[in-house]
């Protein structure tokens, strides 16, 4: 999950510097949990890094942070990569971007690995 606190929860941060901390441990479910969470520089304040069994479990989690903290948060579920290794896997995602009509990827025609812009036109 990526945060920002929210006008709200800035001043509540300032009146309690544990808030992010109580607000994880409050909101743990037995199908989800905050793992860590780390402050950081640029676009975002956060990094919280999750555990949840399923994406509805994870999108409840983030939700009652965000209430409990005021947190906008943007959550992004996030697969190991050793898991894009595994046939079943690579076969489901290959489906799932056909149901979704993405695009495949790049032509596996041209053999080269030069990528650039287009040519501007005239």
């Not at 479910?29 to 969470?37: A, I, R």
């Not at 994406?55 to 005021?70: C, D, K, P, Y």
């Not at 489901?92 to 056909?98: E, G, H």
């Amino acid at each position: 999950m990526l945060a920002n606190f929210t006008g709200r929860g800035r001043r509540m941060g300032q009146s309690n510097p544990n808030l992010l901390s109580e607000a994880a441990s409050d909101v743990e479910t037995q199908s989800s949990k905050v793992l860590s969470q780390y402050a950081v520089l640029g676009r975002y304040d956060f990094v919280i890094i999750t555990e949840s069994y399923d994406n509805q479990s994870a999108v409840r989690l983030s939700l009652e942070l965000g209430i409990r903290a005021g947190l906008n948060i943007e959550t992004l579920p996030a697969l190991p990569i050793g898991v894009l290794s595994d046939e079943d896997h690579i076969n489901f995602l290959r489906d799932a971007a056909v149901a979704l009509n993405l695009p495949s990827g790049p032509d596996d025609s041209d053999s080269s690995d030069d990528w650039r812009l287009p040519d501007e036109p005239e």
